[in-house]
């Protein structure tokens, strides 16, 4: 029954990475297009990067997760372990700091606030940008050194005994906490983003109640949508973060091999449902989308016209 339920997840979560790829390279493709045609827009840049790395976590996480359960002596390896845990660290903070910045640029788009540092910080979304790129770069180096640390010690240290890898269980979750300080700061940063658009989207419906009209106006509709992607963004990158906890604990319980399964499950959902949301909040992504899509089924048709 165990084995069965396993083999269930495992399919459920090769499947969500499957679409996560073939929904984040939709993404990147509509707007490399629209960058061949000069038309990207700098929340076009934030997209592209966006999905791109989220390809990359894909990659990174599937091939950690069927290395554990198939391969699981090849853990044994530090350089394979140093290997994938540098590029899940850089992918992973990335991805979060376009989404970050994805988040902070649709809320300076679209909130309406008197505060005078948000509309300096409207008028002045360049020097936003830069300081949003020099919290990743230093986030990033003080978490990369850590790991370093973590990465030398453990070679350093060979320990068999329970109560010692019980320690050790919990010195991991610690080390998970402190490498992904830079992180959560930028989650907490979409976190504080939402809450003001809400704000910003109560305040403005308030103001439409006094006009009695038939239809929902277009900053409305505009707030609505941003705000179902980040609290989307929100719910799913929570998901991602158990399920990354929930590995790591499994590292220490290798025979507990459902719920490293489950975790795997939970991370995948991430970069695989938030790509689908994107597309279906954005008429100018949806629209592309159907034409890549069309185009794609256009060359199949063709190819397969000719070898007839």
């Not at 390279?25 to 840049?45: F, Q, Y």
């Not at 910045?101 to 008028?123: D, E, G, P």
């Not at 790129?133 to 320990?159: A, D, H, P, T």
């Not at 963004?233 to 319980?253: K, N």
């Amino acid at each position: 029954m165990q084995s069965a339920t396993a083999g269930v997840l495992l399919s459920v979560a090769t499947a969500e990475a499957v679409l996560g790829v073939l929904g984040n390279s939709i993404i990147a493709l509509v707007n490399c297009l629209d960058w061949a045609k000069k038309k990207i827009s700098k929340t076009g840049l934030l997209l592209t990067g966006l999905a791109t790395t989220r390809i990359c976590l894909i990659w990174i996480i599937s091939l950690d997760a069927y290395i554990k359960v198939f391969f699981p002596s090849m853990y044994r390896s530090y350089s394979l372990i140093g290997s994938i845990t540098y590029m899940w660290l850089t992918v992973n903070y990335l991805s979060v700091w376009f989404a970050a910045s994805l988040s902070i640029f649709y809320f300076l788009k679209i909130a309406n606030f008197s505060n005078y540092v948000f509309l300096w910080m409207k008028r002045k979304t360049g020097k936003v940008f830069y300081f949003l790129v020099g919290c990743l770069l230093i986030s990033w180096l003080i978490s990369l050194s850590l790991v370093v640390e973590n990465m030398e010690g453990n070679k350093m240290k060979q320990r068999n005994r329970t109560w010692e890898m019980h320690q050790e269980g919990k010195k991991a979750i610690i080390n998970y906490v402190s490498v992904n300080v830079g992180v959560l700061s930028l989650f907490m940063m979409t976190l504080f983003t939402c809450f003001l658009l809400i704000v910003s989207l109560w305040r403005h419906s308030r103001r439409m109640q006094s006009h009695i009209s038939g239809f929902r106006d277009l900053n409305t509709e505009a707030h609505v949508k941003a705000v179902k992607v980040l609290i989307s963004f929100i719910i799913l990158y929570s998901f991602y973060f158990i399920g990354i906890v929930i590995e790591i604990i499994c590292m220490f319980m290798p025979e507990n091999k459902l719920l490293f399964i489950f975790g795997f499950t939970m991370a995948s959902m991430y970069p695989c449902c938030h790509s689908f949301i994107l597309i279906l909040t954005s008429n100018q992504l949806k629209q592309s989308s159907l034409r890549v899509l069309k185009g794609l089924k256009c060359c199949e048709k063709g190819k397969g016209l000719r070898t007839m």
